[in-house]
C-alpha cells in the first residue's frame, strides 16, 4: 500500500552542493508532503505542495509537482552539514491517511 | 510546548511479555497514529484516532491494540511482544485537515527477544 517511492535512496554530495531527490506515486493525490528525520529522531514536516501547484519555495527548499508523471522532486540548495537527514515524502491515500515512502538517505561531505 | 511526548524512550522486552506506549499532544489535535519504523521499510500505519472516542485500523495492526483515553492521549498495546514487533515506534498528530502536515514524537525504540 506505499503510496510515495523516493529516488535515490541514498545520495551523497559536498556541503555547498544542490541536493535533489525524486518521489513517484501511484494514486491521484490532493497533496504531497516533504519530511526530513535527523539520526534517531522523529520525523519533522518540511513542506506540502497542493495538487494546483507545479511549484513551491521555503528558504534553501524548493519542491516541484508533476501531476501528469505523478512524480515530486525536493531540491535543498547550498546543502550544509545540518542537512544530513532522510528525506521522506508522504501523500494521502484514498483514505485520507498519510502514507509514507521509505526515504532517501542524504549525507552532506565536509 | 513539547509538542508529541512519547514515552519510554527505550525499551527491551522477553517474548510474551506485554506492555503499553504512552503518547500525549499538547496542540488540541483532533487526530492521532502510531507508526512503526523498520530498516528498509519506511513508516507503516499501525493504528489511528480521528477524534476522541474513535480509533481505527492501518497498514499492519495485527498483534497491537489502541485507546484514545481523551484528546490529549494516545496508547498503543501490545499484549504479547513477539521479536517481529522489535522496531522503532513513533506516535503522531495532526489537525483533522492534514495541510498542515503531521507532528511526531521522537519515537520509542523497542526491542523484543
Known amino acids: 500500500s506505499q503510496q510515495g517511492e523516493e529516488d535515490p535512496q541514498a545520495l551523497s554530495i559536498q556541503e555547498g552542493e544542490n541536493a535533489t531527490m525524486n518521489c513517484s506515486y501511484k494514486?491521484?493525490?490532493?497533496?504531497l508532503q516533504w519530511y526530513r528525520q535527523n539520526s534517531g529522531r522523529g520525523l519533522v514536516h518540511l513542506i506540502l505542495i497542493r495538487s494546483n501547484e507545479r511549484e513551491k519555495h521555503s528558504g534553501r527548499l524548493r519542491v516541484t509537482l508533476d501531476t501528469s508523471k505523478k512524480s515530486s522532486s525536493l531540491l535543498i540548495t547550498a546543502s550544509r552539514a545540518a542537512d544530513t537527514a532522510s528525506y521522506f515524502c508522504a501523500s494521502p491515500n484514498r483514505d485520507d491517511k498519510i502514507i509514507f515512502g521509505k526515504g532517501t538517505r542524504l549525507h552532506i561531505l565536509p | 510546548n513539547a509538542g508529541v511526548t512519547q514515552t519510554p524512550k527505550f525499551q527491551v522486552l522477553k517474548t510474551g511479555q506485554s506492555m503499553t506506549l504512552q503518547c500525549a499532544q499538547d496542540?488540541?489535535?483532533?487526530?492521532m497514529y502510531w507508526y512503526r519504523q523498520d530498516p528498509g521499510m519506511g513508516l507503516r500505519l499501525i493504528y489511528y484516532?480521528?477524534?476522541?472516542?474513535?480509533?481505527d485500523k492501518g497498514e499492519v495492526p495485527n498483534g497491537y491494540n489502541v485507546s484514545r483515553l481523551n484528546k490529549r492521549e494516545f496508547s498503543l498495546r501490545l499484549e504479547s511482544a513477539a521479536p517481529s514487533q522489535t522496531s522503532v515506534y513513533f506516535c503522531a498528530s495532526s489537525e483533522g485537515d492534514v495541510l498542515n502536515g503531521y507532528t511526531f514524537g521522537s519515537g520509542t525504540r523497542l526491542t523484543v527477544v
Open positions: 496542540m488540541n489535535h483532533n487526530s
Open positions: 494514486t491521484s493525490i490532493n497533496n
Open positions: 484516532s480521528a477524534s476522541e472516542g474513535t480509533t
